[in-house]
């Protein structure tokens, strides 16, 4: 291995960083969570091409949902989320704050973000307040 390919394995794009660290679905999903100010990295705002290296500090908002983090490993690959795990630690203090946001939107019966296309039990409501004549047959 030449001294530019053991360098290209030490860092990559952040956009490419948070998709194989799976924080988000797709690249494109990072770039606009990048573009759109979600993602500081250490304290400031950071383009899609930034480049992330082992020791850089993260911090990435998703929804309600706040990661502090400390980049401490590169993958190139997209993996399962247990190996993704491997490539950040989170901040003691970030996770318990997540961890307590999430068991009281539980609490509460936020269980997750409702869109799209609605149920059966959902289309059955809103057929019966937009058309009162709707089942009384």
Request: charged share 35%.
């Amino acid at each position: 291995m030449s001294a530019g390919d053991a360098r290209a394995l030490d860092s990559l794009r952040l956009d490419k960083w948070l998709w194989a660290a799976r924080f988000f679905k797709t690249r494109q999903l990072a770039v606009e969570a990048i573009n759109g100010g979600k993602v500081h990295v250490e304290g400031q705002r950071a383009k899609p091409g930034r480049t992330i290296r082992p020791g850089n500090r993260l911090e990435i908002h998703k929804g309600a949902l706040t990661w502090e983090i400390e980049v401490v490993a590169i993958d190139r690959q997209r993996r399962g989320a247990t190996e993704a795990a491997t490539l950040y630690v989170e901040d003691e203090a970030s996770r318990l704050r997540r961890q307590a946001l999430v068991h009281e939107r539980r609490e509460r019966g936020e269980t997750h973000d409702r869109r799209g296309r609605p149920t059966k039990r959902d289309r059955r409501q809103i057929h019966r307040f937009t058309d009162p004549t709707h089942g009384q047959e």
